[in-house]
């Protein structure tokens, strides 16, 4: 079965097209720029690439632009637009409507909608995308993947934050957690490379890439994490603050006159590495090669943003009372040895940790990186929320289902 796997943001769309039986991608890219001049398409089809620059108003023009690519003599991997048998969405919030991945129909997507107030960063392009996907290819069906549905499992004490609980009734003001998708498809390959039942493990999964979350997995369920309300909580990202005194929040408002979405402009896009290394650099890989020659605002923000991840990584083993295994994923935890080995050298040995220095020293490979005698196991774990995403669409669509529980109850 071919689904189309899609991720759209305000102004880009990512896509898979993938095989969902055999699991493997026949055709990747990424179209940049929409609604601003110079829109690109960068296509992938498996080590050929191709690029386009073409002005793209809207999600519906890019997603033609798409097709085409995909069914175009040159560059596609389809004779017919009808090859393909359903479309995943990435959806970002969920709400606590959805814990599960759902058959998006009319009633569904109104109620996605209904949870744009609460990601509205994220949400609208998410729909947008799903209208303009279901006006191109209107007879197939199509299905949600929401990245806060894996943490649903939190139980109210991981999740209230100690603000009046009337803002949670009224609100909805809570802990969601984000990249879901991710955590669940890490914690069950770790399972897998342990050769253990999930519903036997404590697992740790670190998704550090520009945006970055941990999560505590227990026995297949998340029991917390560390992004919150929105995905602005937590861990120091690429241009993310991560957690901040929210006292903070008033004192910019009233010494430098800004505005609410001043603040959250500059905690969003102006802080973490950014912020730190004086709105030079976002790229991991340029800040750690500054830092390996000594750079001092490299060093520090480097400092900082482990520190920050060990903590949490500490919180988690005791949120569970022990851990069994720690991952790292997505583009920094995936493909930095100098990371995974200073949270772990200098923060974690207490928990009877040994890392394998030659293990460790790989980029983009699953491994387990500690020593066979380590008392946890410390993995890398390649992400791949689109497979995912294509698994989910193709169970609710062979097995004809309004919707896919996660766990079972
Ligand atoms: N070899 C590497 N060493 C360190 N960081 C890397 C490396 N390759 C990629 N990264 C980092 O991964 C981050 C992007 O991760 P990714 O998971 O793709 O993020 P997102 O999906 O949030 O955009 C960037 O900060 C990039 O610098
Ligand atoms: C929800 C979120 O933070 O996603 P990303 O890491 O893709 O920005
Ligand atoms: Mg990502």
């Given at each position: 079965?071919?689904?189309?796997?899609?991720?759209?943001?305000?102004?880009?769309?990512?896509?898979?097209l993938?095989?969902?039986?055999?699991?493997?991608v026949?055709a990747?890219?990424?179209?940049?720029?929409?609604g601003?001049?110079?829109?690109?398409?960068?296509?992938?089809?498996?080590?050929?690439?191709?690029?386009?620059?073409?002005?793209?108003?809207?999600?519906?023009?890019?997603?033609?632009?798409?097709?085409?690519?995909?069914?175009?003599?040159?560059?596609?991997?389809?004779?017919?637009?009808?090859?393909?048998?359903?479309v995943?969405?990435?959806?970002?919030?969920?709400g606590?409507?959805?814990?599960?991945?759902?058959?998006?129909?009319?009633?569904?997507?109104?109620?996605?909608?209904?949870?744009?107030?609460?990601a509205?960063?994220?949400?609208?392009?998410?729909?947008?995308?799903?209208i303009?996907?279901?006006?191109?290819?209107?007879?197939?069906?199509?299905?949600?993947?929401?990245?806060?549905?894996?943490?649903?499992s939190?139980?109210?004490?991981?999740?209230?934050?100690a603000?009046?609980?009337?803002?949670?009734?009224?609100?909805?003001?809570?802990?969601y957690?984000?990249?879901g998708?991710?955590?669940?498809?890490?914690?069950?390959?770790?399972?897998?490379?342990?050769?253990?039942?999930?519903?036997?493990?404590?697992?740790?999964?670190?998704?550090?890439?520009?945006?970055?979350?941990?999560?505590?997995?227990?026995?297949?369920?998340?029991?917390?994490?560390?992004?919150?309300f929105?995905?602005?909580?937590?861990?120091?990202?690429?241009?993310?603050?991560?957690?901040v005194?929210?006292a903070i929040?008033?004192?910019?408002?009233?010494?430098e006159?800004?505005?609410a979405?001043?603040?959250?402009?500059?905690?969003?896009?102006?802080?973490?590495?950014?912020?730190?290394?004086d709105?030079?650099?976002?790229?991991m890989?340029?800040?750690?090669?500054?830092?390996?020659?000594?750079d001092?605002?490299?060093?520090?923000?480097?400092n900082?943003?482990?520190?920050r991840?060990?903590k949490?990584?500490?919180?988690?083993?005791?949120a569970?009372?022990?851990?069994?295994?720690?991952?790292?994923?997505?583009?920094?935890?995936?493909?930095?040895?100098?990371?995974r080995?200073?949270?772990?050298?200098?923060?974690?040995?207490?928990?009877g940790?040994?890392?394998?220095?030659?293990?460790?020293?790989?980029?983009?490979c699953?491994?387990?990186?500690?020593?066979?005698q380590?008392?946890?196991?410390?993995?890398?774990?390649p992400?791949n929320e689109e497979?995912v995403?294509?698994?989910d669409?193709?169970?609710?669509?062979?097995?004809?289902?309004?919707?896919?529980?996660?766990?079972?109850d």
């Open positions: 079965m071919k689904i189309l796997v899609i991720n759209c943001g305000s102004s880009s769309i990512k896509y898979q993938l095989d969902a039986d055999s699991e493997s026949l990747k890219g990424l179209l940049e720029r929409i601003i001049s110079g829109s690109k398409l960068t296509h992938k089809r498996g080590e050929e690439k191709f690029e386009f620059t073409k002005d793209i108003a809207d999600h519906t023009e890019g997603l033609a632009l798409i097709i085409d690519a995909l069914q175009d003599e040159k560059t596609g991997v389809v004779k017919n637009i009808n090859e393909i048998e359903a995943g969405h990435r959806v970002v919030h969920g606590e409507r959805f814990a599960s991945s759902v058959l998006l129909d009319d009633e569904v997507i109104r109620e996605v909608e209904a949870n744009n107030f609460l509205p960063l994220h949400n609208p392009a998410n729909i947008e995308g799903i303009a996907a279901k006006k191109i290819l209107p007879s197939v069906p199509h299905v949600g993947v929401f990245d806060t549905a894996f943490h649903q939190m139980t109210e004490t991981a999740y209230l934050y603000i009046p609980y009337s803002l949670y009734r009224k609100y909805k003001i809570r802990r957690g984000f990249h998708t991710s955590h669940r498809y890490v914690a069950n390959r770790v399972a897998n490379i342990l050769g253990k039942p999930i519903k036997e493990l404590k697992i740790i999964t670190a998704h550090i890439g520009n945006g970055a979350s941990v999560a505590a997995v227990k026995y297949g369920r998340s029991v917390d994490t560390s992004m919150g929105t995905p602005l909580e937590g861990l120091v990202m690429g241009t993310r603050s991560g957690d005194d929210p929040v008033p004192f910019l408002q009233e010494q006159g800004f505005t979405g001043e603040v959250n402009n500059l905690l969003n896009k102006e802080s973490g590495m950014f912020g730190l290394t709105h030079q650099f976002v790229d890989r340029d800040i750690e090669e500054r830092a390996a020659k000594k001092p605002l490299c060093m520090r923000a480097h900082i943003y482990e520190y991840l060990a949490y990584i500490g919180a988690y083993a005791a569970m009372n022990g851990v069994d295994a720690i991952a790292f994923t997505a583009g920094v935890g995936e493909n930095s040895p100098f990371l080995e200073n949270v772990v050298n200098k923060y974690l040995n207490y928990l940790i040994e890392l394998d220095r030659e293990k460790n020293n790989c980029k983009g699953e491994i387990i990186i500690s020593t066979p380590s008392k946890v196991k410390v993995l890398v774990v992400t497979l995403i294509a698994r669409t193709s169970e609710i669509v062979k097995k004809g289902l309004k919707e896919l529980k996660l766990w079972e």
